[in-house]
């Protein structure tokens, strides 16, 4: 079993920055993907970044320029910094841990990000 954690999300003002973090823990040797994921109220779950297999990170338009993926391999920690936020990043954010290739995905509760004024 994964145990997924985020955390750090939280009210910030259009133009701020957050970061996010992610960790796993449980019963596996190595993560083979690691990504964020959004979901704004209404809205499907869309991607954010995701890094697989020790690939340089895929970006959604979106956070292409303004958010960063970063992974500590020895912590089985994921950061997302996200700069010059937008109302419209408003949104719950996941995290979402693959052990191993066409393995099970495991999803962490999510945490609030707020952009408002």
């Known amino acids: 079993q994964v145990h997924v954690v985020e955390s750090g999300g939280g009210l910030v003002q259009p133009g701020g920055s957050l970061m996010l973090s992610c960790v796993a823990s449980g019963r596996f040797s190595s993560i083979f993907a690691m990504g964020w994921y959004r979901q704004a109220p209404g809205k499907q779950r869309e991607l954010v970044a995701r890094?697989?297999?020790?690939?340089?990170?895929n970006y959604a338009d979106f956070a292409r320029g303004r958010f960063i993926f970063a992974r500590n391999i020895d912590l089985n920690t994921g950061y997302l910094q996200m700069n010059d936020l937008e109302p419209e990043d408003t949104a719950v954010y996941f995290c979402?841990?693959?052990?191993?290739?066409?393995?099970?995905?495991?999803w962490g509760e999510g945490t609030l990000v707020t952009v408002s004024s």
């Open positions: 979402n841990v693959q052990t191993s290739s066409g393995g099970m995905d495991y």
């Open positions: 890094e697989t297999n020790g690939r340089s990170p």
